[in-house]
């Protein structure tokens, strides 16, 4: 029982302690600030994601950065999680988790954790899912136990679903997950927890017992520290003298920081390139995954000159004193090895300490003289180390981050609003959206585009999504359209459609915030996501996807919105033309009458405006009329009656949309060349690009076009004689609007 009650004790005290790594609540979230501050995340989330404070953005009253550095302590939360903190770079990755365990830490973890001690894995693995590299190097095995899985929800995995609920609002499996304002802000904290977690992984292999299998002793040492006694008096010697040092030069300056040199480059080259094999690195330093470093260039306290750990050699390293010995004096003079020898990778001047008991040793025990050096460290040793190591830590650890946020997104929209006779008025129809991958060096391939949007409709939040898009006209409309492939600055354009039901109408259409997400492989990395928030606050200024010109038909007097004005309408008993709004419909209304009977003079009826529009290669019409007539005449082959908008431009062209279900122009006008006259159906959504328009039909355009009046007319032409029946024009405006777009696109109708 007493035996029993001190295994208890012992373990409870054991696992107390920070024996695992860096410490939590210093060094860890030193190296994560540093590497944020480093890191391009704050230019990525301000002109990505549309967060104008960047890194200080508040996400459920914390910080970007605050959250982060809370994901890099929390990693090690409870301590038995940290068994998958190791990572040998010399063996498969499925064998290079950590071996080096005692027998009561296993028993402990097995009874009171959730991390089986059975289930360890390499700290690459739990980090990043990775268990094998192909021999090409750039197709990687992406698989799980699934208990791991489920007890691990902040690995980079877990914080790319966490991204994409963010930006969609649904998992990856499309089910919806953040619905409300409140648990899309909650899926960002996790991103940027796991991102947090994920990072305290890989700053965990620049400590050399966490990639030479070091825990057993290496863990245990008695390193007493006055400020946190007695909780700290066992761990790795190394990662406790850090601790506190946050203030030294190359913790600080980030003009020593270490960012990896290598060419495409995949997550998991971070932690570990799988080129350093054999007994030969034959890779630049600054090419090698941390782990791989680290073990390369730095010893562990028991795992040196070990086996399993190629370097440093021994035969690369020699006795170094910087001083004389001197046995006379009072303190004898420490000896170190270095490793300036011939060493390939960095060259230390304190690889280790040499015991002072190693005089002693030569003078009274000569017969065990030539045994091994007795090798420890001491604090020019982990001074030495971490004037390489920390930089390195915090420049692998923005890399992270960076590949993380790195891909990128020039987005370019332009709307289109539909009005449906009063039901739906003003409301978007599409919107058209081109997009360029601007991720250097890398593809978009094997993914899918969606787009969604939210609405701050006085304070009250309202998400939503497109009903569907195409990229071609001929194609069907899907809600998730395939990107195929998309090399570095191609472009593609996308149509997507908006549900008939969407709240979103020109009036409230400068309030939107949209988001196009594209989850797939991006370079080398399956299930990335990108997102794009969209419009940013510069494109906001520049009146984005420009409307030049939008009528709504709210007011009749005057026509307030476009300073229209009323041409000529006759009023008498026999002639009625009037203006009116036709609440019903949401319309403008002209109406014509010539009474039975009364006159064969001719009457019209006509609404102007003068707007000066410019008119550029890239301006699209896009209008919906819808005409009637009752009792028309016809008079020796001529229709004495027409309806017709005139657009009518600077440089003396006319151009006139009519019905074409009806043959109702007068066929007698005379043809003036430059008048231009355009079949349109009634009630039908009519989009055209003018200067395609006018071009295609013989125009040539040079030099700046502006539209100079709009005009809807009605036109009873002069009878020989009264008509022997009321003759009625109607004309229905529903919507008129021009839109400046990006030259490349097009629209489907």
Known sequence: MQLKNFLTLFILFFLTCNVWAWNDTLTHPEITEKAIDESGIDAYLKNNLNLEDGVNEQFNGLSVTRIMKRGSKLEDEPNCRAANHFHNPHLDWNKAGLTDTLWFVNLYCLLFSDYDPDSVVSNLTWGTGFISAEPNGNEWTFQYDEKIKSINENDWASGREYYHAFLTGTDFQGSAVAPDEQSRKFYMTKVLQSLGQVTHLLQDTSVPAHVRNDFAQGHTMVVPSSQDWPWNWTGNGFEIFMKGKENKSWFIDSSKYVRINKTDLKLSDLWDTNDFTGDTPGVAQNALGLS?????????????????????????????????????????????????????????????????????????????????????????????????????????????????????????????????????????????????????????????????????????????????????????????????????????????????????????????QWSLVFKGTLGNEENAVVGKIFPTTEQQNDNWGTLLFNEEWETLGGYPENNWGHGSCWKSAGLQGHHMLDTSSGCLRNYLVRV??????????????????????????????????????????????????????????????????????????????????????????????????????????????????????????????????????????????????????????
Not at 374 to 383: S, V, W
Not at 475 to 494: F, L, T
Not at 730 to 735: G, Q
Request: glycine share 6%.
């Open 292 to 512: 791989e470093f680290t073990s390369t260039n730095f010893l562990s306290e028991y795992k040196m000159f070990t086996p399993g750990s190629p370097y440093p050699k021994e035969t690369h390293c020699q006795v170094v004193l910087k001083t004389p010995l001197d046995l006379t004096g009072p303190n004898l003079d420490r000896q170190y090895i270095s490793s300036t020898n011939g060493h390939p990778g960095t060259q230390l001047d304190h690889l280790a300490v040499i015991s002072s008991m190693k005089y002693f040793r030569d003078v009274y025990f000569p017969n065990i003289s030539s045994d091994p050096l007795p090798l420890g460290m001491d604090r020019n040793c982990y001074e030495e180390y971490g004037s390489y190591i920390i930089p390195r830590a915090i420049g692998y650890s923005a890399d992270l981050i960076d590949y993380f946020f790195r891909g990128g997104m020039d987005v370019s929209a332009t709307p289109f609003f539909f009005d449906n006779y009063g039901t739906d008025p003003n409301a978007l129809y599409n919107i058209i959206v081109k997009v360029k991958n601007v991720t250097p060096g890398e593809k978009m391939k094997d993914g899918f585009f969606t787009l969604h949007y939210r609405l701050d409709d006085n304070g009250t939040i309202i998400y939503g999504d497109a009903l569907c898009g195409t990229r071609q006209c001929t194609a069907p409309c899907i809600s998730s359209i395939a990107s195929g492939e998309i090399e570095e600055n191609q472009e593609v354009v996308i149509q997507f459609y908006l549900p008939s039901d969407s709240p979103i109408t020109t009036d409230n259409f400068e309030q939107v």
């Open 596 to 749: 039975a009977d009364w006159s064969p003079e001719s009457v019209s009826c006509a609404t102007v405006a003068q707007p000066n529009i410019p008119v550029s290669p890239n301006t699209w019409i896009q209008f919906l009329l819808h005409t009637s007539q009752e009792n028309p005449i016809r008079l020796t082959g001529k229709d004495m009656q027409c309806q017709y908008m005139e657009l009518e431009f600077s440089n003396g062209v006319s151009l006139y949309f009519y019905d074409g279900d009806l043959n109702y122009w007068p066929n007698d006008l005379p043809l003036d060349p430059n008048h231009l006259f355009v079949p349109i159906y009634s009630g039908a959504l009519a989009i055209e690009n003018i200067h395609a328009l006018l071009e295609k039909n013989g125009f040539t355009i040079s030099g700046p076009l502006s539209l100079d009046k709009i005009m809807f007319s009605q036109e009873m032409i002069e009878l020989p004689n009264k008509p022997s029946a009321t003759q009625t024009l109607n004309m229905w405006i529903n919507s008129l609007r021009f839109v400046n777009t990006d030259p490349d696109f097009s629209i489907c109708q």
